[in-house]
C-alpha cells in the first residue's frame, strides 16, 4: 500500500493509491490509540506496577538505543504504522511530558501493558483499565478543544483513526492463572464477557466522535513462548487449547463488529487480523528470514517479560532481528514491521472518505 502526501497544514492528507490508479483522499489529523502492551509507548512508566519496560534491553534497538516504554528492542507496530501514514512524531504517551499543548493535535496514546477488556485484569496489575483510558480520552478532549478550539477538535476527533489491541492479557495474565475466573467461568463464557466489554466501548467511542476505528483481533496465544513454557506441559509446541480459545474469540469480534456497523451508519469498524499472519510466520519462519519462534530475544527467552527482562538477564541475543518476539510474550521490531505492513492494508478503508 503506498501513501502520498498530498498537503500539509493543521491536517495531514493523504491519497491512498488502489491498484486500479483510482485515488482516494483521506483527511488524517490524528491517532487515537487504546488497548495493552503491544501499544503501550509509556504510559505504564508513570504507574506503580512491575508491568513496565522502561530499562535496558527494552529499546536497544530503538531511537538513541532509549527505552521508552514500549515492550520492544525497538518500535512498536504502531510506530510504523504512524510512520506509513505520514506523521513526522509519535503519537505522544497520554501520561508523558511530552502530552502537552501542540503535541496533541496529532492524537495521544492512551494503551497500558496488562490492561484488558475485563477492568479487573487491570486493577490485578494496577494499570490503567479502559474504562480509564476512555476518561483520559475525555480529559484530552477538554485539553484539545482549550488548544484549537471547539470546531478544529470536533474535525480532529471525527476525522482521526482510532486503533485499538486488548484482550490478550485477560487471558494470559488473568483468566488462566487466576482460579477466580477459571473456576467459575468456561473460556467461552469469558469471551463473552469481553465481547460485551468491546462492544460498550466502541459505543462509548462513538458517542464521544470517533468514526474510524480499527481493532486488532488475538494473536495466537498458544503459540507465544510464555504460554508454552506455562501450559504446554512440557510439549514444545503451540498450545492448541490456547490458540482455539483465540480463535473462538476472533470469530465472535468479527460478529459483533458486524452488529456494530449496521447500527451506527457512520461507523467504519475495521477487524485487523494479527492472527493469522503471525501464526503463517511461527509456522513458516525461515520464509521471512527468521530462525528462532521458540524462545524470546531476552534472556532465555521462555518465560521473561517486563522487570525479568533487564540488562542482567542470562543469554539475551546479540541479533533480535532474527526472533519473532523480543521477549517471551512480544514480538520484535522486525515481526512487528512486518505486522504493521499487514494491518495498513486490512486497514485501508480507514483511510478512505467516510462518505
Not at 67 to 79: E, M, Q, V, W, Y
Not at 151 to 170: C, E, K, P, R, W
Request: contains cysteine; negative net charge; glycine residues 6%.
Amino acid at each position: 500500500m503506498k501513501y502520498l502526501v498530498c498537503s500539509s497544514a493543521s491536517f495531514i492528507l493523504f491519497a491512498y493509491v488502489l491498484p486500479a490508479a483510482h485515488c482516494i483522499q483521506s483527511f488524517v489529523p490524528a491517532m487515537f490509540i487504546f488497548g495493552d502492551s503491544i501499544l503501550d509507548t509509556g504510559n505504564n512508566n508513570q504507574l506503580l506496577t512491575i508491568v513496565q519496560a522502561n530499562f535496558p534491553p527494552y529499546g536497544r534497538d530503538f531511537v538513541d538505543h532509549k527505552s521508552t516504554g514500549r515492550f520492544c528492542n525497538g518500535k512498536l507496530a504502531i510506530d510504523f504504522i504512524a510512520e506509513a501514514i505520514g506523521f513526522t512524531k509519535y503519537q505522544p504517551a497520554y501520561l508523558s511530558d511530552e502530552a502537552q499543548g501542540n503535541n496533541l493535535l496529532i492524537g495521544a496514546n492512551f494503551a497500558s501493558a496488562a490492561s484488558g477488556y475485563y477492568n479487573f485484569t487491570a486493577r490485578l496489575w494496577n494499570t490503567i483499565s479502559l474504562d480509564q483510558q476512555l476518561e483520559n480520552f475525555k480529559e484530552y478532549l477538554n485539553k484539545l478543544t482549550a488548544i484549537t478550539g471547539k470546531s478544529n477538535a470536533s474535525s480532529i476527533i471525527a476525522g482521526g483513526i482510532y486503533l485499538i489491541s486488548s484482550g490478550s492479557s485477560d487471558f494470559l495474565q488473568n483468566f488462566y492463572i487466576n482460579p477466580l475466573l477459571f473456576t467459575t467461568y468456561t473460556a467461552d463464557e469469558f469471551s463473552n464477557l469481553l465481547i460485551s466489554s468491546f462492544d460498550n466501548f466502541i459505543r462509548k467511542l462513538y458517542e464521544l466522535g470517533a468514526r474510524r476505528i480499527g481493532v486488532t483481533s488475538l494473536p495466537p496465544l498458544g503459540c507465544l513462548p510464555a504460554a508454552i513454557t506455562s501450559f504446554g506441559f512440557g510439549r514444545n509446541q503451540c498450545v492448541a487449547r490456547l490458540n482455539s480459545n483465540a480463535f473462538s474469540f476472533n470469530n465472535k469480534l468479527n460478529d459483533r463488529c458486524q452488529s456494530l456497523k449496521s447500527m451506527f451508519s457512520e461507523l467504519n469498524l475495521v477487524v485487523l487480523d494479527i492472527y493469522t499472519p503471525l501464526y503463517d510466520l511461527i509456522m513458516n519462519p525461515a520464509d521471512k528470514g527468521f530462525s528462532e519462534v521458540r524462545r524470546g530475544c531476552c534472556g532465555t527467552g521462555l518465560l521473561e517479560t517486563s522487570i525479568l527482562c533487564n540488562q542482567h538477564s542470562i543469554g539475551t541475543c546479540a541479533n533480535a532481528s532474527e526472533y519473532v518476539f523480543w521477549d517471551a510474550f512480544h514480538p520484535s521490531e522486525t515481526t512487528n514491521q512486518l505486522l504493521a505492513t499487514q494491518l495498513q492494508s486490512q486497514g485501508s478503508s480507514l483511510l478512505s472518505n467516510l462518505h
